[in-house]
């Protein structure tokens, strides 16, 4: 047994960079994956304004998997007993490492800067293990979006954005007669499971994508809504072009920019790939929210490692309240397109998408409509987030019927738990 | 002068006897560790409940229940198959074919050798890249087709969940069978000129030359050429990760890329390594046996 470990933690240590010590006001080393253009910009933001307080800045990026390879060092360092000071790391993943009980509490700071008053409460509660903060939001993206092209859509005669899927499905139709891909889509499994979540919101509302998607409650994932859902995904893979398979997010953004296609259903990153291009909101293209009047969230957010010594305690310490400062987000969001974590910061710079989205995340709290993303890794742990992405993926791709799907899907969900 | 030569001889034999056990030593333990340790501390985690972590608590075969339980896994298990089966077999029959052309003293040997043989200087990687765009059907072979006026053809393997599989194939044959034709030609240069002489005033033809006299010779280069290729397509990864990324939805997925899905993806370090046995396990019960049965003929 021990000599497993030992054996472990040597090629572990092999495998990672020595920990760096310098520093007057406290070391944070942090490790992300934000490696490509507008979000190295956003990362940029932050450690300036950390060594704007005399603080020393170990920047450990990760390129790679969507955040795997990151992971997997992750996992190598804290076996070692070397973790990074903060860890670009969000949702249930934060629950996971919080148990294994390799996390720092932070909740001093948060107590002294009243982050419960700011947050909101889903959001909130994700970032706490056992009522204590161990991480911090930066950010928040919303995942039911619908971007469009204003001037294909007028060639359809579609004259507004749809609000239910029925409306969608009858602009869609327009769009095929004249030629037009109605939906842009890149058939990856996640992107598969992103449309599917925001078709669930539209069809049964946020109390049905709660209990389905985020509770996990198996009446809930057989009950006749999700067969609905699943024939409403049915129909949308009917919108897509042939050539979807395998296409990144941002190729299927660039066919509604240039009026190949009507529709794509995308957070709002895809929003910066329209404002990279030079094209204006409401003019070159909508944005509204997918039916259901809900708000799905996606959150970035840096956890806490347990690191020790107190320069490093301090650091982390000076990084947390950083991390939440009303500057901090308002400027790390404008670099990155999506909206400040904090509901009280002013809106003033953002355009008319993100005030959109603002506007609605108040409304969502109000009305108890706002629910975790579970394509994004918000609602539920990866290992069930797994099997929905599985069935999704699976069910988009063949000719499965929804009634099997429903039951495929609950059968997997149990197994997972 | 007598006693000191009678007392060196000995030494020199005892250091030219532990000379080589000594210099191979380290590397044998490394090997020992890093390869068979880590198997085994793989066989460990597969019967605990690691999840983000390693988890060193014992839990039985729960793992295994939950893996034999997830469709994913009979998909990897028959793409694996079909994948081995066409991979090889094409390959080879490639390889053979190749050979015996090139073997008819032809005149720019050199030049054609090095160009059958050049796809192997590529990484998979690269491979499935150019493969993705050539089979993309609307960039590549059903597009060209189509502009060139037939406007009915369809070659959609790639984004068909029923054939996508088939096109990793193409692409794996196109690397390897190179590769396969340059070991089966070094095995038909080694074949003994008077043996092929014997059977030209027996009376064979070329065909039957080959047949029945070159090719059961070149029994030992079969053995390695599919060895060789068995590990290729055994730990394929690289290149279903770059022509298909495991899709359309996981139709092409493969042991390689369920267990790293399962072990990088979604954090369940004990599912993944189930599946790592698990393949481990297939590999020993089909390479062993053979292995067996081909090193016991050529002691014969």
């Known amino acids: ?417 | 002068m007598a006693p000191r030569t009678h007392s060196t001889v000995p030494l020199g034999q005892k250091i030219e006897l532990w000379l080589p056990r000594f210099v191979v030593s380290p590397l044998f333990a490394l090997s020992l560790f890093f390869v068979y340790g880590f198997i085994l501390w793989t066989v460990y985690i597969s019967f605990t409940k690691s999840g983000v972590m390693p988890n060193y608590s014992f839990e039985g075969l729960s793992q295994y229940e939950r893996l034999w339980a997830t469709p994913r896994l009979y998909v990897a298990l028959g793409n694996m198959f079909v994948f081995s089966a066409l991979f090889i077999g094409i390959s080879l029959a490639i390889g053979i074919f190749l050979a015996i052309l090139l073997d008819q003293r032809v005149r720019i040997e050199g030049v054609i050798r090095t160009i059958y043989l050049y796809p192997m200087a590529l990484s998979f990687i690269v491979t499935g890249t150019v493969w993705k765009w050539i089979l993309n059907p609307g960039l590549g072979i059903q597009n060209f087709v189509r502009k060139a006026g037939f406007e009915e053809f369809t070659f959609d393997w790639l984004v068909n969940s029923d054939y996508a599989i088939y096109t990793i194939v193409i692409a794996a044959v196109w690397q390897s069978s190179g590769y396969a034709m340059a070991l089966f030609l070094a095995g038909l240069r080694s074949v003994d000129d008077e043996i092929l002489k014997a059977a030209a005033i027996d009376g064979a033809g070329s065909f039957r030359t080959y047949f029945s006299v070159v090719l059961p010779i070149m029994r030992p280069v079969f053995l390695s050429t599919v060895i060789i290729l068995a590990h290729l397509a055994i730990k394929s990864f690289d290149l279903v990760i770059a022509l298909t990324g495991g899709g359309p939805g996981y139709a092409t997925a493969m042991p390689a890329t369920f267990m790293y899905s399962f072990a990088f993806q979604r954090s369940e370090l004990g599912v993944a390594a189930a599946s790592a046995v698990m393949m481990l396990a297939t590999v020993i019960a089909i390479v062993v046996p053979y292995l067996y049965s081909e090193l016991r003929g050529t002691k014969q």
């Open chain 1, 1 to 417: 047994m021990n000599i497993l470990k030992k054996a472990l933690m040597v090629s572990a240590t092999l495998t990672t960079i020595g920990p760096g010590f310098a520093g007057a006001e406290g070391t944070v080393e942090v490790l992300h994956w934000w490696t490509s253009g507008g979000e190295a910009k956003a990362v940029g933001e932050l450690k300036d304004a950390f060594e704007a307080q005399d603080g020393t800045w170990i920047d450990s990026p990760i390129a790679g998997g969507g955040g795997d390879a990151a992971m997997t060092a992750l996992r190598a360092r804290v076996i070692a007993g070397n973790p990074p000071t903060a860890v670009q790391l969000k949702g249930p993943g934060i629950q996971e490492w919080a148990r294994e009980g390799v996390l720092n509490s932070v909740d001093a700071v948060a107590q002294s800067e009243n982050w419960d008053a700011v947050l909101p409460p889903v959001l909130a509660d994700i970032m706490k293990y056992e009522g204590a903060y161990v991480a911090a939001p930066v950010n928040i993206h919303r995942v039911d979006w619908m971007w469009a092209n204003p001037k294909a859509l007028e060639a359809a005669g579609v004259t507004q954005m749809p609000t239910t899927w029925d409306e969608f499905n009858a602009a869609a139709d327009k769009l095929m007669a004249v030629g037009i891909v109605p939906l842009a889509h890149g058939g990856q499994p996640w992107q598969d499971a992103t449309v599917f979540e925001d078709v669930v919101l539209g069809i049964g509302g946020a109390d049905l994508f709660r209990k389905a998607l985020v509770e996990l409650d198996q009446d809930a994932l057989q009950s006749d809504m999700m067969i609905a859902a699943f024939d409403q995904l049915r129909k949308m893979r009917g919108y897509v072009d042939d050539n979807f398979s395998g296409r990144d997010w941002n190729l299927a953004t660039g066919m509604v920019m240039r009026g190949e296609a009507g529709f794509q259903i995308m957070g709002d990153w895809a929003k910066g790939e329209f404002l990279a291009a030079g094209k204006v909101p409401g003019v070159d293209f909508l944005c509204a929210p997918t039916p259901g009047n809900g708000f799905v969230l996606n959150s970035d957010s840096f956890t806490f490692f347990q690191v020790e010594g107190e320069e490093n305690i301090a650091g982390q310490q000076v990084l947390a309240g950083l991390i939440m400062s009303p500057e901090f987000q308002e400027t790390f969001n404008l670099a990155k397109g999506s909206i400040p974590a904090r509901t009280d910061v002013s809106l003033e710079s953002f355009d008319a998408c993100a005030l959109r989205s603002h506007e609605d995340l108040l409304a969502a709290i109000e009305n108890d409509a706002l629910v975790p993303s579970m394509a994004h890794e918000m609602a539920i742990p990866r290992s069930i987030r797994g099997e929905f992405i599985d069935l999704v993926t699976n069910f988009f791709n063949s000719d499965m019927s929804s009634e099997e799907a429903v039951q495929s899907l609950a059968a997997a969900v149990a197994r997972a738990q």
